[in-house]
Antibody, heavy 121, light 107 residues
Framework: EVQLVESGGGLVQPGGSLRLSCSAS????????MNWVRQAPGKGLEWVSY????????YYADSVRGRFTISRDNAQNLLYLQMNSLRAEDTAVYYC??????????????WGQGTLVTVSS | DIQMTQSPSTLSASVGDRVTITCRAS??????LAWYQQKPGKPPKLLIY???TLESGVPSRFSGSGSGTEFTLTINSLQPDDFATYYC?????????FGQGTKVEIQ
């Protein structure tokens, strides 16, 4: 059974840092492009960041660029999101999402269960 | 960024109804559109990709259509398990965007 499991969430003060991890079972993460997507409590979905399968190509949403860093360790089957200078508006459930290639473009097909990040004093 | 606008925001329906959700993109995205279902406390579940391709294991009462800027998700004969929030999602660019969601409620 394919599983993506996020960890590392929790309560952090504004201006603080957290590192999220996403571990995979039942699949080799290194074969897939990945996204982080977040969802604020009671709100919709917001794409955060993308990383290619090799880690050589990375994109960020404007709302997190310069504060968040996506990375991966394919040997360890892990995906990361380093979050610095956290703000109250970063409070959300963070999902790691696998991308599947179909007909030329990758789409988000499988989501982890998510980890909650709460930024509050 | 490509803006995705869903309508309605909330939809009240009964078991057995046919429901339709609309999603409009602020610019053409060809057919690079997916639909997800989300239930409280759970991650989104993929229903449809490339506008009209049904994901494996998803009941055939779900269907998608459209291209360019106008898309629809149709649920034929709504079942109790279908009461949830639905999101459209464009993947025409790596800078993904989502619709704001449509909550399908029991009438």
């Amino acid at each position: 059974e394919v599983q993506l499991v996020e960890s590392g969430g929790g309560l952090v003060q504004p201006g603080g840092s957290l590192r999220l991890s996403c571990s995979a079972s039942g699949l080799t993460l290194g074969g897939f492009e990945m996204n982080w997507v977040r969802q604020a409590p009671g709100k919709g979905l917001e794409w955060v960041s993308y990383i290619s399968s090799s880690g050589s190509t990375i994109y960020y949403a404007d709302s997190v660029r310069g504060r968040f860093t996506i990375s991966r360790d394919n040997a360890q089957n892990l995906l990361y999101l380093q979050m610095n200078s956290l703000r109250a508006e970063d409070t959300a459930v963070y999902y790691c999402v696998r991308l599947r290639m179909y007909s030329g473009l990758p789409f988000d097909d499988f989501w982890g269960q998510g980890t909650l990040v709460t930024v509050s004093s | 960024d490509i803006q995705m606008t869903q309508s309605p925001s909330t939809l009240s329906a009964s078991v057995g109804d046919r429901v339709t959700i609309t999603c409009r993109a602020s610019q053409s995205i060809s057919d690079w559109l997916a639909w997800y279902q989300q239930k409280p406390g759970k991650p989104p579940k993929l229903l449809i990709y490339k506008a009209s391709t049904l994901e494996s294991g998803v009941p055939s009462r779900f269907s998608g259509s459209g291209s360019g800027t106008e898309f629809t998700l149709t649920i034929n004969s709504l079942q109790p398990d279908d009461f949830a929030t639905y999101y459209c999602h464009q993947y025409d660019t790596y800078y993904r965007t989502f619709g704001q969601g449509t909550k399908v409620e029991i009438q």
